[in-house]
């Protein structure tokens, strides 16, 4: 079975410009949760979607954003970029939302920010 | 508010030993604990969980994990070490809201 796929692996944008990240889940895995990680902030939680919906935000601006399509991909979007969105985006998904169920990472899409 | 803390930013271990990764967690209500692994340009990797039953979790790549609920710890474990273990491991929590809650990391150092 196909892991979790994440395009682009890598980008470059200006402060200002827009971008958006597209992940596509395990096959079967309904649930999808961003996250980004910076050395400084470490791993922090974007939000969640399942079943088209964000279930759950993390404490980040509203330039963030995303959406999840019917056959379960899902795309985050950042507006206006900083220098700070400068991070290691990751899509998780699992099969179902629960805190018991664990999560399964794609490789992550490198976004620098000049 | 949920959190979990890795006290150490490297753990250098030689090849064959033990090797034993921190966390300790502050939760309240029940505790969800993950271990996950991160190697240079890929994305985390789950080893194993502890959701509730017996307290030593075993999971991928012969490691294993201690629930010690008195000492609110759950610690990594693997009896002899491989150079490849080498990366970076991440002990996390969810919560009621279901997201996962890391924390800073370990880079754990194998050595020959």
């Known amino acids: 079975k196909a892991g979790v796929t994440q395009t682009p692996r890598y980008l470059i944008k200006t402060r200002g410009q827009q971008v958006t990240l597209s992940c596509s889940p395990i096959s079967g895995h309904r649930s999808v949760s961003w996250y980004q990680q910076t050395p400084g902030q470490g791993l922090q939680f974007l939000f969640e979607y399942f079943s088209e919906t964000q279930r759950n935000k993390g404490n980040f601006p509203g330039r963030f954003s995303g959406r999840q399509f019917s056959n379960s991909r899902s795309e985050m979007n950042v507006s206006t970029l900083e220098l700070g969105d400068s991070a290691l985006y990751l899509c998780?998904?699992?099969?179902?939302?629960?805190?018991?169920?664990?999560?399964?990472f794609g490789p992550g899409t490198r976004l620098t920010v000049l | 508010a949920q959190s979990v803390a890795q006290p150490e930013d490297q753990v250098n271990v030689a090849e064959g030993n033990p090797l034993t990764v921190k966390c300790t967690y502050s939760v309240s209500g029940n505790p969800y604990l993950f271990w996950y692994v991160q190697y240079p340009n890929r994305g985390l990797q789950f080893l194993l969980k502890?959701?509730?039953?017996?307290?030593l979790v075993k999971g991928s790549y012969g490691f294993e994990a201690e629930f010690n609920k008195s000492q609110t710890s759950f610690h990594l474990k693997k009896p002899s070490a491989l150079v490849s273990d080498s990366a970076l491991y991440f002990c996390?929590?969810?919560?009621?809201?279901?997201?996962?809650?890391f924390g800073t990391g370990t880079r754990l150092q194998v050595t020959l």
């Open positions: 502890y959701i509730t039953g017996d307290n």
């Open positions: 998780a998904s699992r099969r179902a939302q629960g805190a018991v169920n664990e999560q399964f």
């Open positions: 996390a929590n969810t919560g009621t809201a279901s997201k996962l809650t």
